[in-house]
């Protein structure tokens, strides 16, 4: 016998496998014209993979209005890598280097760890292909030039603001600052109903309430905050007690951004001048009260912690704990904080206590114990673990009945029903040589490609950010890496399996588990049970139940 090929079946089968393809696009503003490019993007990337035999469309995702120089932001570009990683894609379309991330390190970070779940990154532009062996030279090369540019434009803003500030020049920006609006040509003008919160404040604080008391007063008749929130809370009143500009005058450079990869304001620490412009809008308050009032505050600080610095306090107390902003109060809906009680002491204890009760007692949701929590927390993870399957057949139940995904594909047929029916029309005029018919017939052709614009954005969302399955299968590989059986906290990254903690007034826990990045009114609930803990030596029984949001 004639042997005609040799070939290896496991190749074979591999080569005719369809891979799983899918977009990456990213406009940096919310601009209608680029607004109208991300649409673009959408719509060519849709049609490009589905055009292809050999391709299965896994969705283009999609970030408006992000900066490229940090990808921590983009919700989307952070769905895809996870589900790339989870072996939903093989390859991974965009357009350039620099739509793709701007930051050299994150770059090369991201091909990389994509390459070591074998998925490929084709850039279009630049008419190369992560599995390329010069990649990496060639990422470092365009990417530190696109690194460059954002470099350039962040230096040549600072150096504009810094040199209207050596004249004096300020633009503050009144919605973040309480007692003053915006002229038409940008200076602060009072904004006299905020103004008498002001001075209301800075009236109390000299005459010697506490800032505890100033936010209950505000609290108790119905003032609402500049961002117009309900609670007033200690951070809000002393930001208004550190602020000079209600003197009338301004203090320039006070905060900056260290890089401009860096988005956050930090505290001056640096050599850079900083500008104090004398009479520069109308005052709110005197500056010998302004002046008064930072003494008294000065004097609290130095009396319960025997320090001034206030950098120091900072680095002192805004240590993050494991717990930090993943504990939310049922009650007042603001967050658990972690605090310890008689420091080196045997009587020492590790607490978790709701922000309305920082001070004064406001909230009617008692401070419950870090060890008693993580029994709550160790009995719910070793249930999930208990009972994998089920789990994950309730997970999925529950995101096929989520509204979002109920609503997408009942919008999805409604507008299908109306294409069907417009194409149906137009069919009756297309063979018309009559004008009016063919003005009837560019109509119909209109709203038809409006409604294939819907169908192609809906269906993308039910690829990508609705999709079921996916997120069905992420949860399954965290829960399959964990043990058989939970006996610590630290064993297990919580954070990967729930969104949020509720406590409901120490009688029960919600674990909520987050399908979309909006909220839904409508909970699906799975698992409930019972717990029992002690405090003190007396036994508590405590609800407990994973929500689906």
Known sequence: MRVREMFEIEHYDKQKKKRNVCAYARVSTTKDLQYTSYEYQVKTYTDLITANENWNFIGVYADEGKSGTN?????????????ATSGFIDLIITKSI??????VVDCLRVVQELKRHNVEV????????????????VIS?????????????????????????????????????LGYDNAEDGSLIINENEAKIVKHIFNAYTRGTSVAEICDQLNNEGIKTKFSKKNWDSTAVLGILKNEKYTGNALLQKTLRPDFRNKNLITKTHDLPMYYVQNSHQAIIPIEQFKEAEKIRLKRIEKYHSCTNEDELKEKFNVRSEYAGLITCGTCGKTYRFKRNNIGTPYEKRILKCASNKGKKTCVNNDIFCDTFDEVLINQINLILKNKN?????????????????????????TQGKMLALKSKANHYVDSNDEYDNKILEELRDQINLMNKT?????????????????????????????AFVENVNEVDYNLIFNDIVIHENKAIDFKIRFADIESKKNEVIFP??????????KHQLKQRIVIV
């Open 71 to 83: 990808i921590t932001y983009r919700d989307n570009f952070q769905l895809m890598i996870q589900l």
């Open 390 to 414: 089920g789990f994950i057949k309730a997970l999925e139940l529950a995101f096929n009945k989520h509204p979002l995904v109920i609503e997408a594909k009942e919008k999805l047929n409604e």
């Open 122 to 137: 084709y850039f279009e532009t630049d008419n190369i292909s992560s599995f390329d062996p010069k990649i990496e030279f």
């Open 141 to 177: 090369l365009l990417a530190s030039m696109a690194e460059e540019e954002s470099k350039n434009t962040s230096e040549n803003v600072k150096w504009n603001v810094r040199s209207r500030f050596a004249e004096g020049k300020f633009y503050a920006v009144s919605k973040r600052i």
């Open 98 to 103: 620099s739509r793709f991330a701007r930051n």
């Open 455 to 483: 169908v192609i954005e809906i269906e993308n969302s039910l690829i990508t950010t609705l999709n079921v399955k996916n997120k069905v299968k992420i949860l399954k590989n965290v829960i399959s890496e964990l043990p």
């Open 529 to 538: 049970g019972n717990v029992e803990y002690f405090i003190r030596k007396t």
